[in-house]
């Protein structure tokens, strides 16, 4: 293993390090000193004198990988690190996997928190990088416990170090074992990491020989000769209608999209009792119709981790002319099963619920909330499905907060299984209060989350889980109030899920576009029924829209880059009004699929239309050989191997959308361990990260270009 | 010797002179080096602000022996079958604010007045007259009918004042 060259010279000089402990007299701990001290001298001159290394392939990175030079008990540029009531030991230990110096951690209880070695955080130890570029870390090891990870921190120029992602577990090993993962490309601000070993379970964890070189895959220079389409992409408007007017769209893990409409917002399909839904087939453009048991117009639904779909409430009743009562909700509960194109009722909910949420949980429950009930009214029934017994708890059985959550409350699972309430939401004002919220289903807490922008002008807003979702912060987009019908806004705001005190801040304007006739929107008009797709290159793409409450559709489209978080304005347009009951959802070949339309005279668009991004169009795209199995469990490494290198690896769950809410939507970032074009995948061990389910799994190419996906199962 | 080694020379051995001093003192010193307490939750890389990042690191004199005497610090056993790690759950943002009081199960119904946002009172039930015009409109007939609409039944009371004929259709004919 090559050494940074600081400690070759000293080692040429024959100057050794010290390991804590040794045998030796007071001459001999003075010598260890003196030699320890030559180190420190060189680690402060390359902090000082020698300019930031530039990453170079194949040179490791780091300032006393090997761990030989000790200082006191623990190896320079280390620190003890971590946090919780438990008992724990850090030492230096002479059984090495080279040298004479290793570092091991012992956790002899762990009830809560974890501890890890980590290099320190100042500008001599901590490695140099550059933003755009990749790293293979490695490390020797051996650990009784699998409950490690391989952990990152990030020191951003303006805001200073802090967490970045976990990358890797590494399994139980008797003998030194090495464990190699590559970062994703470094954020942008980013000069320096620091990274090492958690342990987080009851064991010992010995590591040695920390290694860092710099993987970067160059971007081949590929030349683009679409026009447009190069930097905005395309849209293609399909030459066949949908045969249903659906507002709901549930990709399968099969390939198909179910559009289910239900009576479809028409009185006359509903008073004869004609409810439907139709099984779309991408690839060869042919529809099926599906009998449907119920009026499933405005349910919820989610995909349950078998893939089948669930779907939860719908309407009862239209609104009275009379005024006597408004839309009134469903009971019903039905499981779509893509293997027999069926519905399969189950137990009812408590209370009808029309326009309810639906989240699928880490353990691969589903919760359910908000709605109009059975008399027009607010539901405030928690609906808690027990996958393990396939049915919906009673309302004695389900955790009660007895609050109204809305109509279609944006629920998003946070990483410790708690629900973030992002305050997108459908009809009217916000919640009262702040209008967003993180709540608690295990102890019925629920605590306001401040700093929404106008709260209650964000009805019809649009809210996403940033890719990766291990990065935990939430963009909200846009927004109306069929209520007051105001012009629809172009807030956005951000939010950052690991905060201790999580906070919305403003993010950049959304982009504005044009009007019906090619008017411009002046500066202050944005739009409500967003729809916002994530993409397989951790991007974005937001589309369609209205002005106001069902009328007035606006034609604008943009890129929304997380590691920025800047709009790319300017895309192409989808040539369609997508207001009211339209969504865009991503398909397994990474175009985009929108479709619906549904203004205030009552009229119903059901024209398809496909949406080609500009990475389409960059070149070649890179193809997924092999999976060594699609069923995948969590904290595992999984094998697959590519025909070209690959930067970038993740799961993108598939979407279940409607009214512009799609909770569910998420990317997951996967670590890759890569030996030529075989690569490992390391999984997260957390399923509130990847809730339990069928993936897309993507690969993108060093040219920007994603994979078609291929389909896995995690559980 | 050139002079610029002789120089570079002095240069480092004074700074591993002051380098020396600073150490030795500091390894005959009982203080700790850090002060954070070994069982204050760090967040796990909660997004710090600072130059560094908060990751709790423990004080020598933490709970548990640091001295590197732990012999049992190595692996023991061989390792059993390969087993699946625990979720690895961070403690982000623990203690976000004060949770909100709780609230008794409903005794009456929850209203939801705004509805879908439409006037039913007007039309087919799937058409959707708006409660309130957009900000701007003066004539709600015109912005109908530019939005699509046509006549329109009245079912009750004419709200918004679009069948001033009161002929029982909105926007009709009679209603200029």
Same mark, same amino acid.
């Given at each position: 293993?090559?050494?940074?060259?600081?400690?070759?010279?000293?080692?040429?000089?024959?100057?050794?390090?010290?390991?804590?402990?040794r045998?030796?007299?007071?001459?001999?701990?003075?010598?260890?000193?003196?030699?320890?001290?030559?180190?420190?001298?060189?680690?402060?001159?390359?902090?000082?004198v020698?300019?930031?290394?530039?990453?170079?392939?194949?040179?490791?990175?780091?300032?006393?990988?090997?761990l030989?030079?000790v200082?006191?008990?623990?190896?320079?540029?280390?620190?003890?690190?971590?946090?919780g009531e438990?008992?724990?030991?850090?030492?230096?230990?002479d059984?090495?996997?080279?040298?004479?110096?290793?570092?091991?951690?012992?956790?002899?209880?762990a009830?809560?928190?974890?501890?890890?070695?980590?290099?320190?955080?100042?500008?001599?130890?901590?490695?140099?990088?550059?933003?755009?570029?990749?790293?293979?870390?490695?490390?020797?090891y051996?650990?009784?416990?699998?409950n490690?990870?391989?952990?990152m921190?990030?020191?951003?120029?303006?805001?200073?170090?802090?967490?970045?992602?976990?990358?890797?577990?590494?399994?139980?090993?008797?003998?030194?074992?090495?464990?190699?993962v590559?970062?994703?490309?470094?954020?942008?601000?980013?000069?320096?990491?620091?990274?090492?070993?958690?342990?987080?379970?009851?064991?010992?964890?010995?590591?040695?020989?920390?290694?860092?070189?710099?993987?970067?895959?160059?971007?081949?220079?590929?030349?683009?000769?679409?026009?447009?389409?190069?930097?905005?992409?395309?849209?293609?408007?399909?030459p066949?209608?949908?045969?249903?007017?659906?507002?709901?769209?549930?990709?399968?893990?099969?390939?198909?999209?179910?559009?289910?409409?239900?009576?479809?917002?028409?009185?006359?399909?509903f008073?004869?009792?004609?409810?439907?839904?139709?099984?779309?087939?991408?690839y060869?453009g042919?529809?099926?119709?599906?009998?449907?048991?119920?009026?499933?117009?405005?349910?919820?639904?989610?995909?349950?981790?078998?893939?089948?779909?669930?779907?939860?409430?719908?309407?009862?009743?239209?609104?009275?002319?009379?005024?006597?009562?408004?839309?009134?909700g469903?009971?019903?509960?039905?499981?779509?099963?893509?293997?027999?194109?069926?519905y399969?009722?189950?137990n009812?909910?408590?209370?009808?619920?029309?326009?309810?949420?639906?989240?699928?949980?880490g353990?691969?429950?589903?919760?359910?909330?908000?709605?109009?009930?059975?008399?027009?009214?607010?539901?405030?029934?928690?609906?808690?499905?027990?996958?393990?017994?396939?049915?919906?708890?009673?309302?004695?059985?389900?955790?009660?907060?007895?609050?109204?959550?809305?109509?279609?409350?944006?629920?998003?699972?946070m990483?410790?299984?708690?629900?973030?309430y992002?305050?997108?939401?459908?009809?009217?004002?916000?919640?009262?209060?702040?209008?967003?919220?993180?709540?608690?289903?295990?102890?019925g807490?629920i605590?306001?989350?401040?700093?929404?922008?106008?709260?209650?002008?964000?009805?019809?807003s649009?809210?996403?889980?940033?890719?990766?979702?291990?990065?935990?912060?939430?963009?909200?987009?846009?927004?109306?109030?069929?209520?007051?019908?105001?012009?629809?806004?172009?807030?956005?705001?951000?939010?950052?899920?690991?905060?201790?005190?999580?906070?919305?801040?403003?993010?950049?304007?959304?982009?504005?576009g044009?009007?019906?006739?090619?008017?411009?929107q002046?500066?202050?008009?944005?739009?409500?029924?967003?729809?916002a797709?994530?993409?397989?290159?951790?991007?974005?793409?937001?589309?369609?829209?209205?002005?106001h409450?069902?009328?007035?559709p606006?034609?604008?489209?943009?890129?929304?880059?997380?590691?920025?978080?800047?709009?790319?304005?300017?895309?192409a347009?989808?040539p369609?009004?997508?207001t009211?009951?339209?969504?865009?959802?991503?398909?397994?070949?990474?175009?985009?699929?929108a479709?619906?339309?549904?203004?205030g005279?009552?009229?119903?668009?059901?024209?398809?239309?496909?949406?080609?991004?500009p990475?389409?169009?960059?070149?070649?795209?890179?193809?997924?050989?092999?999976?060594?199995?699609?069923?995948?469990s969590?904290?595992?490494?999984?094998?697959?191997?590519?025909?070209?290198?690959?930067?970038?690896?993740?799961l993108?769950?598939?979407?279940?959308?409607?009214?512009?809410?799609?909770p569910?939507?998420?990317?997951?970032?996967l670590?890759?361990?890569?030996?030529?074009?075989?690569?490992?995948?390391?999984?997260?061990?957390?399923?509130?990260?990847?809730?339990?389910?069928?993936?897309?799994?993507?690969?993108?190419?060093a040219?920007?270009?994603?994979?078609?996906?291929?389909?896995?199962?995690?559980? | 010797?050139?002079?610029?080694?002789?120089?570079?020379?002095?240069?480092?051995?004074?700074?591993?002179?002051?380098?020396?001093?600073?150490?030795?003192?500091?390894?005959?010193?009982?203080?700790?080096?850090?002060?954070?307490?070994?069982?204050?939750?760090?967040?796990?890389?909660?997004?710090?602000?600072?130059?560094?990042a908060?990751?709790?690191?423990?004080?020598?004199?933490g709970?548990?022996?640091?001295?590197?005497?732990?012999g049992?610090?190595?692996?023991?056993?061989?390792?059993?079958?390969?087993?699946?790690?625990?979720?690895?759950?961070?403690?982000?943002?623990?203690?976000?604010?004060?949770p909100l009081?709780? =609230?008794?199960?409903p005794?009456?119904?929850?209203?939801? !007045?705004?509805? #879908? %946002?439409c006037?039913? *009172?007007? @039309?087919?039930?799937?058409?959707?007259?708006?409660?309130?015009?957009?900000?701007?409109v003066?004539?709600?007939?015109?912005?109908?009918?530019?939005?699509?609409?046509g006549?329109?039944? =009245?079912?009750?009371?004419?709200?918004?004042?679009?069948? !001033?004929?009161? #002929? %029982?259709?909105?926007? *009709?004919? @009679?209603?200029?």
């Amino acid at each position: 293993m090559r050494r940074p060259a600081s400690l070759a010279t000293l080692r040429a000089a024959g100057i050794g390090l010290p390991v804590t402990p040794r045998p030796g007299g007071r001459r001999a701990f003075i010598r260890r000193w003196i030699r320890t001290a030559w180190l420190l001298v060189a680690v402060l001159l390359v902090g000082v004198v020698v300019p930031a290394p530039r990453a170079f392939a194949s040179a490791n990175l780091l300032v006393n990988g090997d761990l030989e030079a000790v200082a006191g008990d623990f190896p320079v540029c280390w620190e003890r690190s971590g946090w919780g009531e438990d008992e724990f030991t850090f030492a230096v230990i002479d059984q090495a996997h080279s040298g004479t110096a290793a570092m091991s951690i012992t956790r002899t209880t762990a009830p809560n928190g974890d501890r890890k070695a980590m290099m320190l955080e100042n500008p001599s130890c901590a490695p140099h990088v550059t933003p755009g570029h990749q790293y293979d870390l490695a490390v020797w090891y051996t650990t009784t416990t699998p409950n490690t990870v391989m952990t990152m921190f990030r020191h951003d120029v303006s805001l200073g170090w802090q967490y970045w992602t976990d990358l890797a577990h590494l399994e139980v090993a008797a003998s030194y074992t090495q464990k190699t993962v590559r970062t994703p490309q470094v954020p942008p601000h980013t000069d320096q990491i620091s990274w090492g070993v958690t342990i987080y379970g009851v064991g010992t964890l010995v590591t040695d020989d920390y290694s860092m070189v710099d993987a970067t895959v160059p971007a081949p220079d590929d030349e683009c000769s679409a026009g447009d389409a190069c930097a905005k992409g395309v849209w293609q408007v399909m030459p066949f209608d949908a045969p249903a007017r659906a507002m709901h769209a549930v990709v399968l893990h099969n390939g198909n999209v179910l559009l289910v409409a239900g009576s479809g917002n028409s009185p006359e399909n509903f008073a004869a009792g004609n409810y439907a839904t139709a099984l779309y087939q991408p690839y060869t453009g042919t529809f099926m119709q599906v009998p449907t048991p119920a009026d499933l117009f405005c349910a919820g639904h989610v995909q349950l981790s078998d893939g089948r779909v669930l779907v939860m409430g719908g309407n009862l009743d239209y609104p009275a002319t009379d005024g006597s009562h408004g839309y009134k909700g469903l009971k019903d509960s039905y499981v779509f099963d893509p293997a027999t194109n069926s519905y399969l009722r189950i137990n009812d909910l408590s209370a009808g619920h029309w326009y309810p949420s639906a989240t699928i949980l880490g353990n691969g429950d589903v919760i359910s909330l908000g709605g109009l009930g059975e008399d027009s009214s607010g539901t405030v029934a928690t609906e808690y499905y027990d996958a393990s017994e396939g049915r919906w708890l009673a309302l004695w059985e389900a955790n009660q907060t007895w609050r109204f959550w809305g109509l279609y409350p944006s629920m998003i699972l946070m990483q410790d299984g708690r629900l973030f309430y992002t305050g997108s939401h459908v009809f009217g004002d916000g919640l009262s209060g702040t209008g967003a919220s993180i709540y608690d289903y295990a102890t019925g807490s629920i605590v306001d989350v401040p700093g929404l922008s106008s709260k209650d002008e964000r009805d019809q807003s649009m809210s996403v889980l940033l890719p990766p979702a291990q990065d935990q912060r939430v963009l909200t987009m846009g927004g109306g109030n069929i209520g007051s019908n105001p012009d629809a806004n172009r807030l956005t705001d951000i939010i950052d899920l690991k905060q201790a005190s999580p906070t919305h801040t403003p993010g950049p304007l959304l982009p504005t576009g044009t009007l019906t006739g090619g008017v411009p929107q002046t500066e202050t008009q944005g739009k409500m029924y967003v729809s916002a797709v994530l993409l397989p290159d951790g991007k974005v793409f937001e589309t369609g829209g209205a002005l106001h409450n069902r009328a007035d559709p606006v034609y604008e489209a943009s890129m929304f880059d997380p590691t920025t978080n800047t709009f790319t304005p300017g895309m192409a347009v989808d040539p369609l009004p997508r207001t009211y009951h339209s969504t865009a959802f991503l398909l397994p070949d990474g175009r985009v699929m929108a479709f619906g339309d549904n203004p205030g005279d009552g009229s119903y668009a059901t024209h398809i239309s496909i949406y080609s991004p500009p990475y389409l169009f960059r070149g070649g795209r890179p193809q997924i050989l092999t999976v060594a199995s699609p069923e995948w469990s969590y904290g595992s490494t999984q094998q697959v191997t590519v025909d070209t290198p690959v930067v970038r690896a993740a799961l993108i769950r598939p979407a279940a959308v409607t009214h512009s809410s799609d909770p569910n939507q998420r990317y997951v970032e996967l670590p890759m361990s890569v030996n030529g074009n075989s690569i490992g995948l390391n999984v997260t061990s957390n399923p509130n990260l990847a809730p339990p389910g069928w993936y897309m799994l993507f690969v993108l190419g060093a040219n920007g270009v994603p994979s078609v996906a291929t389909w896995v199962h995690l559980t | 010797m050139t002079r610029e080694r002789h120089v570079v020379g002095v240069v480092l051995g004074a700074a591993a002179a002051t380098a020396l001093l600073v150490l030795l003192a500091w390894a005959t010193s009982t203080q700790p080096r850090a002060t954070v307490s070994a069982t204050a939750p760090d967040a796990t890389g909660s997004a710090a602000t600072g130059s560094t990042a908060d990751r709790s690191t423990m004080s020598p004199d933490g709970s548990a022996a640091t001295d590197g005497t732990a012999g049992s610090a190595q692996p023991t056993g061989p390792a059993t079958t390969p087993a699946a790690p625990e979720p690895f759950i961070q403690n982000f943002g623990p203690s976000a604010g004060m949770p909100l009081p709780p =609230v008794a199960s409903p005794t009456a119904p929850v209203p939801f !007045p705004v509805g #879908d %946002g439409c006037d039913h *009172g007007y @039309g087919e039930p799937n058409q959707c007259v708006p409660l309130q015009f957009p900000p701007g409109v003066t004539d709600g007939c015109a912005w109908l009918r530019a939005h699509g609409f046509g006549p329109l039944a =009245v079912h009750g009371t004419d709200r918004l004042g679009l069948d !001033p004929n009161r #002929d %029982g259709v909105a926007c *009709g004919t @009679g209603d200029a």
